[in-house]
């Protein structure tokens, strides 16, 4: 009975965690890994980065947009999911980019996504989380309601 149960939690997990990550190599030739997370990972990525990161830059892409990068994309491992509603995801660049320290995605699939990049460093056309933390608050906030549709 044991074995049953714990041979049934690892279907369960296994599958679970391998249909939430894929592999993507695009039409310019950017190999990007996709994970979808959950919310609450979302918000302790976000805490976490804005503590440590010393800029952000922020990003729109309205849903005509994602869908049509999505079919210029070619999955090259995992299976890329349907999104349907609100979603959460991280990316990583294969190779990694030494200057991100990491980047988030919070998407509707009816209104398009939000990209939010952190950097280690302060860039050209990034903001400065130590200087312009109001204009950060700002920018996200907007962002957030064009997801949701406000």
Do not use: C
Not at 24 to 47: A, H, L, M, W
Not at 58 to 68: G, M
Not at 91 to 101: A, L, M, Q
Request: aromatic residues 14%.
């Amino acid at each position: 009975m044991k074995k049953i149960v714990f041979f049934y939690l690892f279907l369960v997990t296994g599958f679970s965690v391998y249909s939430q990550s894929w592999t993507v190599r695009g039409e310019d030739g950017f190999t990007e890994e996709y994970t979808i997370i959950t919310k609450e990972q979302f918000d302790r990525i976000i805490s976490a980065q804005e503590t440590v990161a010393l800029a952000a830059e922020f990003h729109f892409f309205d849903a005509v947009e994602v869908n049509r990068n999505i079919n210029n994309s070619r999955v090259i491992r995992g299976t890329r999911p349907t999104l349907n509603g609100y979603y959460y995801m991280t990316v990583r660049d294969v190779p990694e980019d030494p200057d991100v320290r990491s980047v988030v995605i919070y998407g509707n699939s009816r209104t398009g996504r939000m990209v939010i990049v952190f950097y280690s460093r302060l860039l050209p056309g990034t903001i400065s989380l130590r200087l312009n933390r109001n204009e950060y608050v700002r920018q996200f906030n907007q962002l957030i309601r064009l997801v949701n549709g406000e």
